[in-house]
């Protein structure tokens, strides 16, 4: 069997949805073919080797449960290529085939985890280093997408110490009301405010900037929301069926991404012509093979209500795996289902094109 180090949690504010994603991911990797080392990170940083019911893990009661949890960490010796478990004065070392890490947002899809399982030279799923880093970073991406000809919407980058009125005074004359606000480098609509005025514009900035020194601002795009799913390594990639996001509330925040409750509905595939889902699958194509793409992405993008143009929004190195989730969804539309998904995954880890 393979050995597979499945990582979650986190520093991150999205520390609670990784709990949810590795939960699905636990509950459709095969037991018949993985030998599954759990590793949890909590809220402050720390990492354990979780041996106890994964179920746990969903409503955070695994960091209660000490009887099934141990410090762990993974070795940035190469020569260990290795978790290191500490249990008194004993230290166990696991040599994981692959590691799997469910992370959202900081510290676990923007090149810093990545660093220290490149340094391990422990194969790992997802994006590498800097595609990473690139892709977390929306001000970054865009540059590299824009230099690809992918169309985007207008945008604005603000650094926190920035003269504010100043940086107002240049949005509102290069991309006007109303706009949206985002920390450059969270996820899952953290800190996400949309503007229509002055004051509005300040507090989403100020807001923002609690959760990122830099905060980009973009043009209002008013179209469908839709977004597919990218597999692969290096230029040999299959992309997912395009699916739109029709959210109850007037943009697709955190709570319409995760609550199962929420009356957002998924609709795959998306009710666009097939020319416009085709552009959409090659803008994603394109977009994953420019920042260097490993493993997987999700790509978001609008398609205008006024003329039927695509305008990428931005990508996901490491999107959500929850059981609403749109990643494996739009490949299960296109026949891959869950634990397939998951296998290909792993496989595409061990092969990584250096």
Known sequence: MEKICVIFGG????????RISV???????????????????????????????????KDGAWEKDTVNKKKAIISPDAGDRAILVFDGSKTEKIHPDAVFPVLHGEYGEDGTIQGLLELSHIPYVGMGVMASANGMDKTSSKIVFKNENIPQADWYVYNRGDD???????????IGYPCFV??????????????????????????????????????????????????????????????????????????????????????????????????????AKTAFIALDGQGLSRVDFFVKYSDGSVILNEINTLPGFTSISMYPKLFAAVGVDYPTLLDELIRLAKERVK
């Open 11 to 18: 520093q991150s504010p999205e520390h609670d949805i990784s």
């Open 164 to 174: 504010i009125d100043a940086a107002v005074k240049e949005i509102e004359e290069k």
């Open 182 to 283: 985002k920390p450059a480098r969270t996820g899952s609509s953290v800190g996400v405010g949309k503007a229509r005025n002055r004051e509005k514009l300040i507090s989403a900035i100020e807001n923002a900037a609690k959760f990122d020194r830099k905060v980009l601002i973009e043009e209002n795009i008013e179209g469908h929301e839709v977004e597919t799913a990218v597999l692969g390594n290096g230029k040999s990639v299959r992309v997912g069926e395009v699916g739109e996001i029709k959210p109850a509330v007037e943009f697709y925040d955190f709570d319409a991404k995760y609550s199962s409750d929420s009356a957002t509905v998924l609709e795959i595939p998306a009710v666009l012509p097939e020319e416009t889902r085709g552009k959409i699958r090659e803008y």
């Open 23 to 57: 939960t699905s991911v636990i509950e459709n990797l095969d037991k018949t073919k993985y030998e599954l080392y759990i590793i949890g990170i909590t809220k402050d940083g720390e990492w354990f080797l979780y041996t106890g019911d994964y179920k746990n893990i």
